[in-house]
């Protein structure tokens, strides 16, 4: 197959900026070792991942996306929010004191445990205060 040039992608993927952020991730996957899917024929990967554009071979939201990732400083975790584990909380309370679990109940208890925590919080730091003086 003879040289392919960006011309010959832009068909693919509309804007050029992008088309070479694209082809760049995919020689750096080239780089680190992943499968070539077309024939090398000397090419150097910037071309063979043009190529592999032009064939159709990957498509460009799959690159997109590894793009995406590879340049995430901090990933994502689900952590619960404060009210779940408040609720949560309030539930095993209420299994705990075999009580019935309703949503009135659950808002109630997980109120009184949230205050609880508060004033503990505002007494020890005011007994940690009285100590410093």
Do not use: Y
């Amino acid at each position: 197959m003879a040289r392919v040039t960006v011309e010959d992608c832009v068909d693919k993927v509309p804007n050029r900026f992008e088309l070479v952020l694209l082809a760049a991730q995919r020689a750096r996957q080239i780089a680190s070792g992943a499968p070539i899917l077309v024939e090398r024929d000397n090419d150097k990967n910037p071309v063979v991942a043009l190529r592999e554009l032009a064939d159709e071979q990957l498509t460009a939201e799959s690159l997109r996306e590894s793009l995406i990732h590879g340049l995430q400083k901090n990933i994502e975790v689900d952590e619960p929010e404060e009210d779940d584990i408040s609720l949560l909380l309030a539930g095993r309370k209420l299994e705990e004191t075999q009580q019935e679990v309703t949503a009135e109940s659950l808002a109630k208890v997980s109120a009184e445990m949230k205050a609880e925590a508060i004033f503990s919080k505002i007494t020890k730091q005011g007994t940690e205060n009285s100590e410093t003086e």
